[in-house]
């Protein structure tokens, strides 16, 4: 819509090239961009290069003027964390010096799915269990056969056909949560339009 039109995109991944590469196929279908999906491509491609510099330069000046959403969070050793990245000490020891909270851990400038953040939150955070997947191991039949979890709107039975509306309440065997229990929350068995 802006008038540009993109034959090839050079995309650096640290993950699976061609599962990520089959994802942006689907999502650009249709557009006829070729996705040249690999991994250290900013250091292969000069478009990913130059892609690469702008990032770090708009991080860079994002961080310089952060505002913690975190009421009067002053982190210990201030915005020195070095390169941001997992391996470096500084940034290592940023996180270890800066866990504020058992539960929720770090302020909301970290990347959570970084091996170090993941590390301190598994060693020094809370041990949460969830219910929900408590109740995703238990989701079989009686024949040990896994039930697949039902869509969003599957909790709405409605539409004309009441063979369909008997099936999907059959369906929903799972066991509700404590809390949807506790708030008497069920399946929405009719829509009322006003």
């Not at 310089?64 to 500084?90: A, V």
């Not at 409605?158 to 059959?170: A, D």
Request: net charge negative.
């Amino acid at each position: 819509d802006a008038g540009v039109k993109i034959d090839t995109a050079y995309i650096d991944t640290v993950g699976m090239p061609d599962a990520y590469r089959s994802r942006l196929d689907r999502e650009f279908n249709g557009h006829g961009i070729r996705f040249v999906v690999e991994k250290k491509a900013d250091a292969k491609y000069a478009p990913c290069s130059a892609a690469s510099v702008v990032a770090k330069v708009s991080r860079d000046k994002m961080v310089e003027s952060w505002k913690w959403s975190e009421d009067s969070f002053e982190p210990n050793g201030g915005l020195d964390f070095g390169s941001g990245y997992p391996s470096d000490p500084k940034c290592k020891k940023w996180l270890d010096q800066n866990l504020l909270d058992p539960v929720f851990c770090f302020p909301d400038l970290v990347r959570f799915s970084w091996g170090p953040a993941k590390n301190a939150t598994r060693d020094k955070g809370a041990l949460v269990e969830w219910e929900a997947d408590e109740d995703d191991e238990d989701n079989q039949d009686s024949d040990g056969v896994a039930r697949q979890q039902l869509s969003m709107s599957s909790f709405v039975v409605g539409g004309k056909n009441k063979e369909t509306k008997k099936e999907n309440l059959r369906v929903m065997k799972k066991r509700r949560t404590g809390y949807f229990e506790k708030l008497g929350l069920r399946s929405v068995t009719a829509v009322i339009e006003t």
